[in-house]
């Protein structure tokens, strides 16, 4: 093969040109729905750092150290980001992709397929670095007027930069499937990748950072700061990237920390080059091996699902979907991050001090159980569209033995349900009744927030769960693919307007209840029956969903082929 | 036992299937041949319940597939031609899982699952998880599943792909027995040895139309070839006789 290496990243680029071509159902909405968000959000960050950047121009030396400090926390949070990502695709990349068989077997040299797999690496684990930066660097440049040439110099820090962490990611990638197999590994780093993702937003939760917005606690925001100073050192390639960023903003070219880059990304890549030479092939052949896994046995699962009183099918259906689920660790582990959430969430409610305005406390608190009901709510469906929405999907391409099975699509879909319904609902009640505990609201909305709850979750759930049989990908990778496919996105798009419909629903009646309570007044006899008339809407609005939803979804799946 | 009768599928204009009937008697093992492309999947697909058809009707064991889908389904043992498994179960719970399916539980569908492990030679593997099989595996674990319920009719689709010898020859002793016994077998394969082997009558497909049918004299008669191999008789009736010389 005489090609340079950029030819063996020209099938990603024809996969990428024709799946653009052939256009798909749900294709425009998807594209303008996350086109919308991705610029939106990138508006936003402009936004914000444009503002802030200005803000801090008042402040002269002060505001110099801040905009240092925070582009030092910027690259050093980005650098291991990326570190982390590239672990992930180099292992996706270098060891598990399929068509790493043909290749291999082509005269293809070393170097060329090292090349070219270390392009996809990078490619892939710093595309949202860039895309992050991009927004934030134009911002800042503009805000701080900085010369044209800043703009180069932002492009030659940021390439080196993301090269840096990429190539120790790909190395560390090389040790890890030396020592485990490499589905082995995936399975390990997905792991320390949520663990780190709990930690992070656990403790971006509990430093409690809307302490900086009260005067009174201003000592603590010196020590903030000084704990902020520690972590950012002169010897990482964050620290490097941070000061000539910095002193392009000021006019000048910093030569020694941008050299820095270019020679510390150039010599680990002849580094991690050198070391796929000479151990990549021996690694890879590793990962081929078929070893028997090791798993949890589950042994007590079978004997309790059979004292259900359920039919051998559904049994059979059921103890199927748990142990798939506990066994793959892409799935179960989305547990801890939703755990993480769920205490984050109910952890607002607990600090949040609303008894600093005393005499509008009541009222507050009465609209914040609506507010909490309506979140309470939407991480449902956040949690629907993850765990739900992709029951069908997650059959995969062995479908076909419930398919040829004698076993009604109904029953199958049912035993969807219940299998997600069950979890999901103990979750949204316990963050329903403990964040309105925390918040103090009178019995009766405690009472209607955990009624209501209940029957949002039914639809909510019912919703997820038709709108996955009608919207099946047998053939996605992941579930996350399923979750952020055309029928996910139509899916969290009805359940926001769901919620809103039956938030608005149950609380006019509620506040006039709540109004006339207050002002120990009796109410007419009329409003009574409009009262009533809301929250039967209300319910039925959650029963037809729930029915509708599971009625289509069962069709869909009688109609498949 | 199977009857299958003027079935069609279209796929937007393309018509895929255009009104194929088949009737396989108890204890008969049909051969379905035909070129790629020729409909041969798309057929089988219809009668395990895969795909629905456009058109036409078919019936297992007296039970209308459309109309009595889980009493049909109940009859049937469905060998696909691509043995896609759920990769996080062991072989033993797959077929406890696949028994449950078919209203199979407790000691009688352990001690049967046992049995066909046993057969297939997958009983040192039984524990382990799916993922760490072989395509081979995964295929004889396939044919374990199939055979669990005790079908009245079999559904084989390509039975010999990723099968060694020994898997081959075993596969084809099984279906001899299982024919004596009065299961009915459908097969769709491209081994023409394996049909001329086993088969008691052969279908022959082409653009979705069932072209010839008979037992290995008879196909040879209609294609009026004196070879006693059934490659030129496929051939000839499917118009592939004509190729190409080859530069190697």
């Known amino acids: 093969m005489r090609q340079a290496f950029p030819w063996l990243l020209l099938p990603l680029v024809w996969s990428a040109r024709n799946r653009a071509r052939r256009r798909e159902r749900g294709d425009g909405l998807r594209a303008a729905l996350f086109g919308g968000l991705g610029l939106g959000a990138a508006a936003a960050i402009f936004a914000i750092v444009f503002w802030l950047s200005w803000q801090l121009l008042d402040y002269e030396e002060l505001g110099d150290y801040l905009v240092r400090l925070g582009l030092g926390w910027l690259f050093l949070t980005f650098l291991s980001f990326v570190a982390f990502s590239a672990l992930v695709s180099a292992l996706s990349t270098f060891f598990l992709s399929e068509d790493l068989r043909l290749l291999l077997a082509a005269p293809v040299p070393p170097e060329r397929l090292f090349h070219s797999r270390f392009a996809r690496t990078v490619g892939q684990s710093a595309w949202m670095v860039v895309a992050f930066l991009l927004p934030v660097l134009l911002a800042l440049g503009l805000a701080r007027c900085a010369p044209p040439g800043y703009y180069f110099v932002a492009v030659a820090t940021v390439v080196p930069f993301v090269v840096i962490p990429s190539a120790m990611g790909a190395v560390i990638t090389l040790g890890l499937v030396s020592v485990f197999p490499a589905r082995r590994a995936r399975d390990l780093l997905m792991l320390m990748g949520l663990l780190f993702a709990v930690a992070i937003v656990l403790l971006l939760r509990f430093i409690r950072p809307e302490r900086l917005l009260d005067v009174q606690s201003l000592p603590d925001v010196t020590a903030f700061f000084a704990t902020l100073q520690s972590p950012v050192t002169p010897f990482l390639p964050s620290f490097w990237a941070g000061e000539s960023l910095f002193g392009a903003l000021r006019g ?310 | 036992m199977i009857l299958v009768l003027n079935l069609a599928k279209t796929f937007g204009s393309f018509r895929a299937v255009d009104g194929v009937s088949l009737d396989v008697a108890p204890g008969e093992i049909h051969g379905f041949l035909g070129p790629n492309g020729a409909g041969k999947t798309t057929t089988i697909r219809m009668i395990a319940g895969l795909l629905k058809p456009t058109a036409g009707r078919v019936s297992i064991d007296g039970h209308d597939l459309a109309r009595e889908p889980e009493a049909a389904k109940r009859a049937l043992g469905f060998i696909p031609d691509r043995p896609y498994l759920y990769e996080k179960l062991t072989a033993a719970e797959f077929l406890r899982f696949h028994g449950g399916l078919y209203g199979m539980e407790g000691e009688a569908a352990e001690a049967r699952a046992g049995e066909l492990l046993e057969l297939f030679e997958l009983v040192g593997w039984k524990d382990e998880l799916v993922e760490s099989f072989s395509h081979g595996m995964k295929q004889r674990l396939v044919m374990c599943a199939a055979f669990l319920h005790r079908p009245r009719a079999v559904l084989v689709d390509e039975p010999m792909v990723g099968l060694d010898p020994r898997g081959a020859r075993l596969i084809k002793e099984i279906f001899r027995v299982m024919s004596r016994r009065g299961v009915a077998i459908l097969m769709s394969t491209h081994t023409l040895e394996v049909a001329e082997e086993m088969c008691d009558r052969i279908s022959i497909i082409l653009g979705g139309r069932i072209i010839a049918r008979g037992t290995v004299p008879e196909l040879h008669a209609l294609a009026g070839t004196d070879d006693p191999q059934l490659t030129p008789v496929f051939l000839k009736l499917t118009g592939g006789g004509a190729y190409q010389e080859i530069e190697l």
């Open chain 1, 252 to 561: 000048q070219v910093d030569l020694l920390h941008l050299g820095a880059l270019w020679t510390t990304a150039l010599a680990l890549t002849v580094l991690v080059r050198a070391a796929y030479g000479r151990h990549y092939f021996a690694a890879w052949s590793k990962a081929q091996e078929a070893r028997k896994a090791r798993f949890t046995r589950l042994t007590l699962l079978e004997p309790l699902v059979r004292r259900m009183p359920f039919s051998p099918a559904r049994r059979a259906l059921l103890v199927k979907d748990v142990k798939v689920f506990l066994r793959d660790t892409t799935q179960w582990s989305q547990l801890l991050l939703l755990l993480a959430l769920a205490l984050v969430y109910v952890y607002n409610f607990r600090v949040l001090d609303l008894d600093r305005i005393p005499y509008m406390s009541r009222v507050i608190k009465n609209a914040y159980a609506f507010v909490n009901l309506g979140m309470a709510a939407f991480v449902t469906a956040a949690v629907a569209v993850r765990f739900v929405f992709p029951a069908v999907s997650s059959e995969g391409p062995a479908f076909w033995v419930v398919r040829t099975a004698p076993v009604r699509m109904s029953s199958f879909l049912w035993s969807k349900l219940w299998t997600g319904l069950l979890p999901i609902f103990v979750l949204a009640e316990l963050i329903t009744v403990t964040s309105n505990h925390l918040l103090g609201v009178p019995l009766v909305l405690k009472l209607l927030g955990a009624s209501a709850i209940a029957f949002m979750t039914l639809a909510l759930v019912g919703l997820a769960c038709g709108m996955g049989a009608q919207h099946p990908r047998f053939g996605a990778e992941n579930v996350t693919q399923v979750a952020g496919s055309y029928g996910g996105v139509a899916f969290m798009v009805l359940a926001v307007l769901y919620i809103l419909a039956t938030v608005a629903l149950l609380a006019w009646p509620a506040s006039q209840y709540l109004w006339h309570e207050f002002r120990s007044l009796p109410i007419a006899p009329h409003r009574q029956a409009w009262m009533a008339l809301s929250l039967a809407v209300a319910l039925s609005l959650s029963l037809a969903t729930f029915w509708l939803s599971m009625r289509t979804g069962i069709r869909a799946l009688e109609d498949l082929g």
